[in-house]
């Protein structure tokens, strides 16, 4: 008994600290998560939804035979003659147009063609199509670089709060079910939201760690570190495994291509006497090669430009690129699933997971079943906090008088602040405020707890 009492307060100290931290995160990150997941929730069903919108753009008649890509691109420059042909996107279905990406008086364009007989069905600002802005909201608050460091920085705070949210939730002893893995219905409105956040969270926490874990591959700091991390090995260059002609990477010239065709070396083409090969050669190449259908084709940007043939497909087994000498035809780079490395080919399966693309419609469900959980559970945190406030004060767990922090608390919150560089800077700051304003302010101190 006589350990028994220290260890205990201890106990109580470290509970009521990482409650106070949960509380806190909570109530500042949770409006971001809620944006995430509503957001991400719709652009679930970006191929349905889409496929409805712009059906008179991406659905012909099925006709006898189709016309040459450049006869189709001689019709779409009838219409517009300033257009700067960028991509091309074959159509791959017998009812689907084709689609030119082009540069227009300076503005980006989509126009899509008949490929039976060359009409011009009409033309889409890729920027402002529906799927896009919610994709720009869900991904940079439509802010840019701000907007992106303060979705990776609530997604991270996303993973804290799983964390210390298991840990308050962890029974320690206790024997009911219910309010552990099934919510008590009839103990009043606070057990009840209590037990809505507590529960559902306990649910869906690996789901949700996981939706998390895989979205962070687009953000803008953990991103680019996991995808420089995700090194690919040499030996997608015939001119020379060792010493590429070019160090740019793919996606600073192409946009759109595969996650982890993204950093891959654009290679320069060689002009020969022949002149450039034509879109159809182009396009034999990528049927030779077994791309799947749906694949873009990015043409060259200047002379020693090449061609990029990439697939983006559902299934990443299937995602495919392949750098192309504008001149001769040869594959300078081919880069496919099985010459990822281990961490890539996760990566690319967790972006298929994350958009609701691996498995279809199950796929999609899933993940909008986890998305409506993140909001039960944050709107269920905020309705708790409400019930159980104060007046005239925000109501967060008291931090003991006499607390320090544990050993192993502390190590954990560095190793945290290490593998999430920007929860780290967010703690330091916190930190300061509070040991610099908020302690030596009482009115401060006493509104917050």
Partial sequence: MANGGPQQTKAKHVYAAIWRWHFYAGMIFAPFLVILAVTGGIYLFKPQIESKMYKDYYYVQQGQQQLTVQEQIQKMNQVYPEAKLKKIKPSYAPDRSTEFEVSNRGQSMLIYVNPYDGKVLGDINPNTKLMQLIRDFHGKLMMGTTGDRIIELSACWAMILLITGIYLWWPRGKKSIYGIILPRMHNGKRVFWRDMHAVTAFWLSLFIAALILTGLPWSGIMGTYINKTATYPQGFFSFDPQKPQSTIPTKDVVSGVPWAAEQLPMPNSTPGMSGVISIEQVMNIGKSNELAPGYQIALPADEKGVYTIYSTTADPKKQTTLHIDQYSGKVLADQRFKDFSFMAKAVTIGIALHQGEYFGVINQII????????????????????????????????????????????????????????????LLIVLLLDALIIRRIPALKQLLG
Wanted: positive net charge.
């Fill in 367 to 426: 993940c909008l079943l986890v998305c409506l959980g993140i909001i039960l559970v944050a709107v269920s945190g905020v309705v708790m906090w409400w019930m159980r406030k104060p007046e005239g004060r925000v109501g967060a767990p008291a931090l003991p008088k006499d607390f320090k922090m544990v050993k192993w608390v502390a190590l954990i919150t560095l190793v945290l602040g290490i593998v999430f560089p920007l929860v780290g800077i967010s």
